[in-house]
Structures are given as C-alpha cells and as structure tokens.
C-alpha cells in the first residue's frame, strides 16, 4: 500500500502571499489530519478531516484552513503569509477511531520570506 | 499545563546498549491512547509503537517496548541494543477520547528527545 504523499516537498513564498498544501492519504484511510512543526513551538494540531467534514480545529487563526475532497485527498490553504508561518507541515491519515495509529506523510516545508 | 511532558532533551547511547526514553502525560480522560514516533532528520515521522489506555500488557514491538505505568501516568520508550540507525529525534504523543470521538484526529505531542547513538 502507498504511504501518504504531501505536495509540493518545499515552497518559498513572500509574505502576504497565499499558499495550497496537498495531501493523499492512505487508501481506505478518511481521516486527514494536519499539523504544524516549528523549532519554537514545536508539533502543533492545525485540524483534522473526516469524510469531508473538519472534525477538530486546533488553535490557529483563521487564515489557516483547510477542506477534504470525496476521495478522502485534503488540502491545506494558508492565506495572507506571515514570516511566523515558515514550518515543516505535517499530514497523517488514519482509520476512524480512537485506537487507530496515525501515519505521517514526508511534510511540506514552507519558507516565507 | 503540559499534556505530553519529555523531560530528556537529549540522550546519549552507545551502540548495542538500550536507553530508556522518558514521557509523562496529563489527562482526565479514561480512555486514552499513547504513541511514540521517530523523526529523523529527513523529517518524516515514523510510527513506532502504540499503547491504549485499556491495555493491560506493556506494548512491544521488535527492539521497541513501552514500559506503561497508568497510575503514574508514564510511557517510557525502551529502544534495546540501540544501532547507529536509531540517532533521531522520538516523540511522545497522546491521543485523548471523548464520548463523541471528535478529538479522535488530535494528537498531543511532547516536546521531543533527540538521541544519538554513538558507535
């Protein structure tokens, strides 16, 4: 079975730009969840997708959203780009349930400059 | 306060020796489960072992264990006969349930240890 994808790898943006994150979760998998990793703050929940439904919100403004697509695909959209933003974006899929293991795709490593 | 508490920064092993992993964890929840991942520095996180709350034996897997004391609230990673492979950073995570499974996508993270494997 494929691994979850993240597209692209790497992105560099200006500030006040608008960027698209991209995710392919496991196949069978509905559950898409995001998170943001920075030195400073370390692994931080964005939000999570459950057939196409945002199932939790984490503590982000609302210039972070997202969206999930009937094929279970989620993408991640950051508005109005701040240099604060610059992170590695992580993306995990998992079946439904409080059990189930979550596997992380390779992330999208985003530089605002 | 912290939901997920990795006290070691850093650790140090040497080859074929194990080391021991330390993280503690908050929660009011009965029903819980614990995760521990492994991030190189390519920055992919790797799932390593999974431990419910429920479970009354210690989790295992391969040279992995996680050594549960529920009362305590800890879930040490144990790495045994460490190999030059394993020098990343290790995450603790929790994942929290609730009677309506809305938090089931969330997990908490600690901090992080960075361990390094000396030959």
């Known amino acids: 079975k494929a691994g979850v994808t993240q597209t692209p790898r790497y992105l560099i943006k200006t500030r006040g730009q608008q960027v698209t994150l991209s995710c392919s979760p496991i196949s069978g998998h509905r559950s898409v969840s995001w998170y943001q990793q920075t030195p400073g703050q370390g692994l931080q929940f964005l939000f999570e997708?459950?057939?196409?439904?945002?199932?939790n919100k984490g503590n982000f403004p609302g210039r972070f959203s997202g969206r999930q697509f009937s094929n279970s695909r989620s993408e991640m959209n950051v508005s109005t780009l701040e240099l604060g933003d610059s992170a590695l974006y992580l993306c995990?899929?998992?079946?439904?349930?409080?059990?189930?293991?979550?596997?992380f795709g390779p992330g999208t490593r985003l530089l605002v400059l | 306060a912290q939901k997920i508490t990795q006290t070691q920064p850093g650790m140090f092993v040497q080859e074929k020796e194990a080391v021991t992993l330390d993280c503690t964890y908050d929660?009011?929840?009965?029903?819980?489960?614990l995760f521990w991942y492994k991030q190189p520095s390519s920055g992919e996180m790797i799932f390593l072992i999974y431990q419910g709350s429920y479970d009354e034996q210690n989790a295992t897997e391969g040279r992995y264990s996680l050594n549960f004391q529920k009362a305590r609230k800890s879930a040490n990673l144990v790495i045994s006969a460490s190999q030059l492979g394993d020098s990343a950073m290790y995450f603790c995570?929790?994942?929290?349930?609730?009677?309506?499974?809305?938090?089931?996508?969330?997990?908490?993270f600690g901090q992080g240890t960075i361990l390094t494997v000396h030959p």
């Open positions: 997708y459950f057939s196409e439904t945002q199932r």
């Open positions: 929660t009011s929840d009965q029903s819980y489960g």
């Open positions: 995990a899929s998992s079946l439904a349930g409080l059990q189930e293991t979550q596997y």
């Open positions: 995570a929790m994942r929290e349930g609730n009677a309506g499974g809305t938090s089931y996508g969330k997990l908490t």
